[in-house]
């Protein structure tokens, strides 16, 4: 009986080791609200009060270069410093970085060109993984 336990117990971790290979999430990080699905304004909103700040990857000298496709330029002029790049084809996708308190990287995913009657919405989010290195 001991054997077949242990066995499942390899065999769960081994599985779970797999599954979760390309995931790094920290052991500690600010709460994440549910943000999928809602604009970017309110998302940013939603982080901001749940400890996460915004985080400029972008040098202000180039990032009108950086950001002329989509709707780069248009969340930078709306002070969104976070914005990191959009691309002006397709679902006009951009990303965004947040970090928290205990300094991990959020990358937030939005979709839809951004117009007041349509604003992007958020597509997805992750734990930007370099920063755990």
């Given at each position: 009986?001991?054997?077949?336990?242990?066995?499942?117990?390899?065999?769960?971790?081994?599985?779970?080791?797999?599954?979760?290979?390309?995931?790094?999430?920290?052991?500690?990080?600010?709460?994440?609200?549910n943000i999928t699905g809602k604009s970017?304004?309110?998302?940013?909103?939603?982080?901001?009060?749940?400890?996460?700040?915004?985080?400029?990857?972008?040098?202000?000298?180039?990032?009108?270069?950086?950001?002329?496709?989509?709707?780069?330029?248009?969340?930078?002029?709306?002070?969104?410093?976070?914005?990191?790049?959009?691309?002006?084809?397709?679902?006009?996708?951009?990303?965004?970085?947040?970090?928290?308190?205990?300094?991990?990287?959020?990358?937030?995913?939005?979709?839809?060109?951004?117009?007041?009657?349509?604003?992007?919405?958020?597509?997805?989010?992750?734990?930007?993984?370099?920063?755990?290195?």
């Amino acid at each position: 009986m001991k054997s077949k336990n242990i066995v499942i117990l390899l065999f769960c971790w081994v599985f779970s080791s797999i599954t979760h290979a390309g995931e790094c999430v920290p052991k500690k990080h600010a709460k994440i609200p549910n943000i999928t699905g809602k604009s970017y304004h309110q998302a940013r909103k939603l982080l901001i009060g749940n400890q996460w700040q915004p985080f400029r990857t972008l040098n202000i000298n180039t990032a009108k270069e950086n950001l002329g496709y989509g709707n780069g330029l248009t969340f930078w002029n709306k002070g969104y410093r976070e914005v990191e790049n959009c691309a002006g084809t397709g679902m006009a996708p951009c990303i965004f970085n947040f970090k928290d308190v205990y300094g991990n990287n959020l990358k937030i995913y939005t979709e839809g060109e951004e117009d007041k009657k349509y604003p992007a919405t958020v597509s997805s989010y992750e734990f930007n993984c370099e920063y755990f290195k």
